[in-house]
DNA sequence: CTGTTAGCGCGTTCAT
DNA sequence: ATGAACGCGCTAACAG
């Protein structure tokens, strides 16, 4: 591995005239910068740039610590980050917390001590304590998707509350009354704000809530199918379900296939986010969704202008709007449907069929 | 900003000897250790990484240079190297080059510069130099999924043209003569195994192939699409098509799902690489699987062998097996299918199917 | 236009 | 068991 002064030996100059030419800093002949030019393709010296951010503070590189990669949410909003990062010059470390604090707790010092240049952080928890840990290091840190409270910090999220509210008011429109929600981890906010845009709907509607229509589990495929199994075998039963989010939909329709009912005839199911489009063969699914590229791309765009100094202005809260995508898997609950015994449906050719 | 000369004054010691607490190495009274940590707490003091790195020559940093993150396959084998890494105490940048070798040649000098530990590269074409030139600087690189002619190079990748035999082996059993590939960029590896895969088993089941049923283009879904329409709308018409990628295979059933074809009534499709079973609401798909996530972390524990010196015999190729799972696309093709008008399809109700 | 000096924060080497 | 000196590779500040 050459270094600088290599370079500068073996052109007979010296190390800062090698860094000037490298950085076009300062002043240089253009004949001594050709030399030096020469000598480093000679060597194939690459900088250091370990050294160099040791002197300059920066490293251009960002943080990305988030649930799980894996959900295409947050694949989407990774891409948005890395774009936009990689646009200013900059790089990504992505971290998956898994939802797991102690895994979150392992991750921010590291990555703390590689001087990164700011984090984007999706909290495992709404609690304060690492967001201020982040903070006190005197890091620019910038809140995906969750809130934190008592907390000044950037934020960028979408509108759980409304977006929830409006799914439900969709439902409600279309004559249901008994409606479940499958939330989220309670600890987390979008958890609750979504319930609270739920039951906002419903008591709009005039509707008593019961307690036990609200249920709280992990964001997971996992979690969606055990829930839902638990509503089915728990009578009066829903006629709609919603859920916090994709993978809890999943779960919920496999569910519900397997205990032989048919979405939307049996059960209508709506979900907040749902699969990027060019994964999914055939749209089904009614969502509120999500912009999760421009989250990622929004919240980055904002850290990179508090790292540059570009905007000290006070703390911002960014909330993305979300948007309802009506698809085929609600029905209307007054119209009349012909019954097939419960697992008739599997008489049905298996075809493919045209959105409507 | 507190470092550690700073610790030491407050703690009266040397840095040298807060140095020696933070790494536990060498002798350390109980006493000084106490109180050195003391102040650490108190200054909540963070070791800079990058003076500890420009030391000791390592970052404890990977790159993960690959096509796009967006692609579950990706996702998913991100996902497998960030756990494997983080495992052993390494962070993971990300870098999506979206098949642009522009891009690609933007990113890896910027990562050497910053003196990551090694590379897993996802190359964006199959060519020598972009492997030469991490080579050059010493670093150790791990190839995946696409060969690399003319560089000796550590290399884990599925077994693409074996994966693609066995696939097109299954639709000639089913009766099939005429089938299509749409494979990805001809540029690409495994693209062309894929397509050799395929023709041994034309070959070996001794038909003639027709130039035309190769179709070459991007590992996207419009991609798919496109050629799927312009398959259709020149005859003679295959009876199956088979896709090198998942997205591709979407933007299939796309185009054939507008062109009111049924499937596997009208069109048997099987694609290589399918879509995570957690994403999936009803699988349907017949499709030969790679181990994704066991692509991540095999290489990344290849890599990390090299990078520690563990392993230093000649240069490995670890081919992973692929997994053919039957499901509901494709038909047997002599059997006989009630034929509707074109269109008929959408006369069934947009219902849920059971999966066979 | 080019060079000298000094120091970013840490850990290795050698003393004490 | 603790410390002093030095240097990792680079660049800011100040000459000249």
Redesign the pocket.
Known sequence: ????????RRA?????????V??N?????????KRVEAVIAELQ????????S????QTHTLALVLTDITNPFWTTVTRGVEDAASQAGYNVIVCNTDENEAKQAKYLPVLLQKQVDGFLFVPARSVAEPVNLIQKQGVPVVVLDRRVPGVEVDIVRGASERGMYQLVRYLLDLGHRRIAILSGPEQVSVSKERVAGYQRALHEAGIDQVADSVYYGPFTQASGYEKTQQILSAPPRPTALVTSNNFIAIGALQALREAGLRVPEDMSVASFDDLPPELVIEPFLTAVVQPAYQMGQRATELLLARITGQVDDPCQEIVLPTELIIRRSCRAVNEVVPQKSAVGHRDVPPTFHTET
Chains 1, 2 share one sequence.
């Open positions: 591995m050459p270094t600088i002064r290599d370079v500068a007979g100059v010296a190390p800062i005239t090698v860094s000037r490298i950085n800093s300062g002043y240089i002949s253009a004949e001594t910068r010296y690459v900088p250091n740039s370990l050294a160099r040791l002197r300059s503070n």
